[in-house]
């Protein structure tokens, strides 16, 4: 299984981005859960938001809510995240996550992209 993020890249503050996370090698609505997370310098990596397979339960880090929407669409193998009103705050680097093991707001996911880079600059 290949998880490839994109979508990443420089914004000023109040800007938005979409990040794409592709998937290969295994049929993607196997994927029980989908998640992104990110992980900022000096700082460890949390969770963002989550969806499962049919797309109908999401979750999201409290702090996120209503700025950042997870979608999927098995049929093209993708979940995006979309980020608005961005701030300094969210840069980070982010990473998509596919196959839950357990709880779908923690780190324990089967398979991981190799992140794609937001910066949000003030």
């Known amino acids: 299984v290949q998880l490839q993020a994109s979508g990443g890249g420089s914004v000023q503050a109040g800007g938005s981005l979409r990040l794409s996370c592709v998937a290969s090698?295994?049929?993607?609505?196997?994927?029980?859960?989908m998640g992104w997370f990110r992980q900022a310098p000096g700082k460890e990596r949390e969770f963002v938001a989550t969806?499962?397979?049919?797309?109908?339960?999401?979750s999201y880090a409290d702090s996120l809510k209503g700025r950042f929407t997870i979608s999927r669409d098995n049929a093209k193998n993708t979940v995006w995240l979309q980020m608005n009103t961005l701030k300094p705050e969210d840069t980070a680097v982010y990473y998509c996550?596919?196959?839950?093991?357990?709880?779908?707001?923690?780190?324990?996911?089967?398979?991981w992209g190799q992140g794609t880079l937001v910066t949000v600059s003030s």
């Open positions: 996550a596919a196959d839950s093991l357990r709880d779908p707001t923690s780190s324990e996911y089967n398979y």
């Open positions: 090698g295994r049929t993607f609505s196997s994927f029980n859960w």
């Open positions: 969806i499962s397979y049919t797309g109908v339960r999401t």
